[in-house]
Nanobody
Framework: QVQLVESGGGLVQPGGSLRLSCAASGSGFSLYAMGWYRQAPGKQRELVAT???????NYADSAKGRFTISRDNAKNTVYLQMSRLKPEDTAVYYC???????????????WGHGTQVTVSS
């Protein structure tokens, strides 16, 4: 069982920066692929960035060049550094932990409750 708590959201002006954190409780954090997703009002939840247990990273096109995902396994935390923010980045940002199934464990997905990011002047 993994519990995820996002933090760092808030109100920021266009062009500004924000760093989101996702703190995980439970065991085996280093084995999980972590991701950031976001959902704007009236829209579907969408992928922002992922980082695997082997530190492979992928970004949505909207995030490339502006956002950086990282993880600190010693702190059981994944981060999303957001720069040059735009109004269209406004959304609730969710943290996700994913574990592939093995012969010993079942695959699992865990979600945080989200943190609001509002980009507005």
């Amino acid at each position: 069982q993994v519990q995820l708590v996002e933090s760092g959201g808030g109100l920021v002006q266009p062009g500004g920066s924000l760093r989101l954190s996702c703190a995980a409780s439970g065991s085996g954090f280093s084995l999980y692929a972590m991701g950031w997703y976001r959902q704007a009002p009236g829209k579907q939840r969408e992928l922002v960035a992922t980082i695997t247990s082997e530190y492979n990273i992928n970004y949505a096109d909207s995030a490339k060049g502006r956002f950086t995902i990282s993880r600190d396994n010693a702190k059981n935390t994944v981060y999303l550094q957001m720069s040059r923010l735009k109004p269209e980045d406004t959304a609730v940002y969710y943290c996700k932990a994913s574990r592939d199934g093995t012969f010993l464990t079942m695959a699992a997905n865990y979600w945080g409750h989200g943190t609001q990011v509002t980009v507005s002047s």
